[in-house]
């Protein structure tokens, strides 16, 4: 049982070694640190509140650190997943995660173990936008993978993913 989670493991671990020879830049900061960091954050009165990057695309196994560097708002970091009582945008045999409210200075750490596009939001700022996508390991099949029209979801946060597209094309986006 164990040799059957090791040996994709094993493999994800050599394409990572041959993505070096690319240099890119999601590779070079595997190396320079564990994690990855996204910072959440927003204006003082709550009108414009983000997730920075927004996008990003990272090797299988990549852990992320989310930093609520907000001084004035509590955030969340929370997969679009049935758990979550929201439509599935993550990969259907991935775990929904919900870090629960993070206060200012406070972070949350997922591991992206099975590769695919991840759609996630703030449990209190949804409506206002604040969504994050992370494609994790090579091009998904589908582009864009899922719905972009879903009554279940704000408009804003439908309208505020970066496409796969560009993320792949960049890496991070901004
Ligand atoms: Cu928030």
Redesign the pocket.
Known sequence: MTSLVEQPLRRQLVMAGAGLVLTSIAVRRVLAANEMQIS?AGTASGSH?WFRPRGLWVSVGQAIRWVNDDAG?V??VTAYHPANRKPLRIPESAKGWDSGYLMPGESFVWVFATPGVYDYF?L??EHAG?VGRIVVGDKPAADPPYRATDSKLPEVALSSFPTVEDILKNIIVE
Do not use: D
Request: some cysteine.
């Open positions: 959440m509140v708002n955030h969340t703030c209190p700022h604040m």
